[in-house]
């Protein structure tokens, strides 16, 4: 079992930056894959960035390429989302989860948090 608690969620101007963490528990975060989706009002819940359990393999989104970065610190349990150059088109509930395998599809995560609301203003 594998809870997901997401924080670092705000309002920002357009060009600005966040970063989104995910807290774990759970004694095997380190054997996920852990993976950032978002969903904005009136969308279906889309897959933004995902990285393998040992960090060394990472997959994302066209949409946030060059702007988007994820990292994890498996002995905090933790992952993150570093989000630059901040677009209107980015507002969204972020949520993480929990997938097991390496980068697994859509399908196979298992455990999500509750969302944290990133909206940018322009």
């Known amino acids: 079992q594998v809870q997901l608690v997401e924080s670092g969620g705000g309002l920002v101007q357009a060009g600005g930056s966040l970063r989104l963490s995910c807290a774990a528990s759970?004694?095997?975060?380190?054997?996920?894959?852990m993976g950032w989706f978002r969903q904005a009002p009136g969308k279906e819940r889309e897959f933004v960035f995902a990285?393998?359990?040992?960090?060394?393999?990472?997959s994302y989104s066209p949409s946030v390429l060059g702007r988007f970065t994820i990292s994890r610190d498996n002995a905090k349990n933790t992952v993150y989302l570093q989000m630059n150059s901040l677009k209107p088109e980015d507002t969204a509930v972020y949520y993480c989860?929990?997938?097991?395998?390496?980068?697994?599809?859509?399908?196979?995560?298992?455990?999500w948090g509750q969302g944290t609301q990133v909206t940018v203003s322009s």
């Open positions: 990285i393998s359990w040992s960090g060394s393999s990472t």
């Open positions: 989860a929990a997938a097991p395998g390496l980068l697994p599809p859509r399908s196979k995560y298992e455990y």
């Open positions: 759970g004694r095997t975060f380190s054997r996920y894959t």
